[in-house]
């Protein structure tokens, strides 16, 4: 049974920090890419930050690059997302995503929604001004 479980939500004022942290089991996680995305209240889903199955790509749109921090650890399984300098547009349901990458040559990085076929429960983080 594929599970994927974020955790490390929570509230935050505006330029402080988070981690979040996302546990999975049921995959060969060095054989998956993965992606943080987020959904604020009444808005589409969005990518925050994607890494490849190695960790050597990564992906950041415009809106987070150089406050958000992606990284793995293959040997605990387990994705994290890095926030510094939170700003209350960051309010929002946090979703760790999975897609199986098989060239492990190219290494791939994915960036959309569609792409992804696991996805966690979500977890909420509120930044407050």
């Known amino acids: 049974q594929v599970q994927l479980v974020e955790s490390g939500g929570g509230s935050a004022q505006a330029g402080g920090s988070l981690t979040l942290s996302c546990v999975t089991s049921?995959?060969?996680?060095?054989?998956?890419?993965m992606g943080w995305f987020r959904q604020p209240p009444r808005e589409v889903r969005e990518i925050v930050a994607a890494v490849s199955r190695s960790g050597g790509g990564t992906y950041y749109p415009e809106s987070v690059n150089g406050r958000f921090t992606i990284s793995r650890d293959n040997a605990k399984n387990t994705l994290y997302l890095h926030m510094n300098s939170l700003k209350s547009e960051a309010t929002a349901v946090y979703y760790c995503?999975?897609?199986?990458?098989?060239?492990?040559?190219?290494?791939?990085?994915?960036?959309?929604?569609?792409?992804?076929?696991?996805w966690g429960p979500g977890t909420q983080v509120t930044v407050s001004s």
């Open positions: 995503a999975g897609t199986f990458s098989a060239d492990a040559t190219r290494d791939r990085v994915y960036s959309r929604a569609d792409e992804y076929d696991r």
């Open positions: 049921g995959v060969i996680f060095n054989t998956y890419a």
